[in-house]
């Protein structure tokens, strides 16, 4: 029962997550990355605040600085700008392509920073869905592009990081405590960056790119993480983890439906063989 609660929270996050990269795309439109990085982790601190104030959270003791660093760092501050600068370059469905290599990343991070110990059938299914992302990513050349590819790598680096390290941290904090903690460590250095950033013309930003910085802001810095955090937390990082690999296809949907960004005939067979490693690798663990 726990653990289906954990694939359960684990779903809902990856759903909300899923919506990221084509409403990051849309909120480009108007605010240029810096400024909609700093803002949405801003809008999301400041409702973290109320959310602590409101049902008197204590204060982390001084051992959890470190973890909320890392966390602060890798999701908050590195891995929306380093997606954001990389729409600059390459479309949201190859963006989106790319962070079906999250679950890895995560993987590995579980195994580096808390000690979990995946079975070896679990390695193969997780490298085999990676490897399938892989493959179609690199197969598919149009609109690819050096700079933004390797941007999302390194974004994918740094989100597997602060996925494990939060969901290490949930276990004795809870996952919207955590989250909020993180928000409110990285709202000095957003807001100021926020003011540096903003932009001149407010009156000339379309209402599509204010709805979609408002998604970012809420649903994918806030409330994704409040569900995603839990899952790992009491499904098991690397298990859950593998959900990830149903991410890129949920973002391909909505960019085709949101963006008309065109799907390539190859992606059923690659979602196919995805869905099958992500089972595969959900009883392995």
């Known amino acids: 029962m726990k653990q289906s609660g954990g694939y359960m929270s684990g779903?809902?996050?990856?759903?909300?997550?899923?919506?990221?990269?084509p409403a990051t795309r849309l909120a480009e439109t108007g605010f240029p990355p810096l400024f909609l990085t700093a803002a949405r982790a801003v809008i999301a601190g400041l409702l973290g605040i109320a959310l602590l104030a409101a049902l008197r959270q204590k204060r982390p003791g001084r051992e959890a600085a470190l973890p909320l660093g890392i966390i602060a760092t890798g999701v908050i501050i590195g891995y929306p700008l380093l997606s954001a600068c990389a729409l600059e370059h390459i479309d949201a469905v190859r963006c989106?392509?790319?962070?079906?290599?999250?679950?890895?990343?995560?993987?590995l991070f579980a195994v580096l920073r808390n000690g979990e110990h995946p079975s070896p059938r679990f390695w193969i299914f997780s490298l085999c869905g990676?490897?399938?992302?892989?493959?179609?990513a690199l197969t598919q050349t149009h609109g690819s592009s050096l700079t933004g590819d390797g941007l999302m790598l390194?974004?994918?680096?740094?989100?597997?990081?602060?996925?494990?390290?939060?969901?290490s941290l949930s276990r004795r904090l809870g996952g919207w405590?955590?989250?909020?903690w993180a928000l409110i460590?990285?709202?000095?250095?957003?807001?100021?960056?926020?003011l540096?950033?903003?932009?001149?013309?407010?009156?000339?930003?379309?209402?599509?790119a204010w709805v979609a910085l408002l998604y970012v802001a809420v649903f994918s810095m806030m409330l994704g993480f409040v569900f995603w955090y839990h899952g790992l937390a009491v499904g098991g990082i690397a298990r859950i983890g593998q959900l990830q690999l149903l991410q890129p296809f949920g973002g391909l949907a909505l960019s085709a439906l949101i963006l008309h960004e065109a799907l390539p005939?190859?992606?059923?067979?690659?979602?196919?063989?995805?869905?099958?490693?992500v089972f595969g690798a959900k009883h392995a663990a």
């Open 196 to 208: 540096a950033t903003h932009p001149v013309a407010w009156g000339e930003i379309a209402l599509s």
């Open 177 to 180: 405590q955590v989250i909020s």
């Open 11 to 21: 779903m809902i996050g990856i759903a909300i997550f899923s919506g990221s990269l």
């Open 154 to 167: 390194a974004a994918i680096l740094v989100c597997g990081l602060g996925y494990a390290e939060g969901a």
């Open 130 to 136: 990676a490897a399938a992302v892989l493959f179609y």
């Open 185 to 194: 460590l990285a709202l000095p250095l957003m807001s100021i960056l926020a």
């Open 96 to 107: 989106a392509m790319w962070t079906g290599l999250l679950p890895l990343s995560t993987a």
């Open 265 to 277: 005939p190859l992606l059923v067979g690659v979602t196919c063989l995805v869905l099958v490693c």
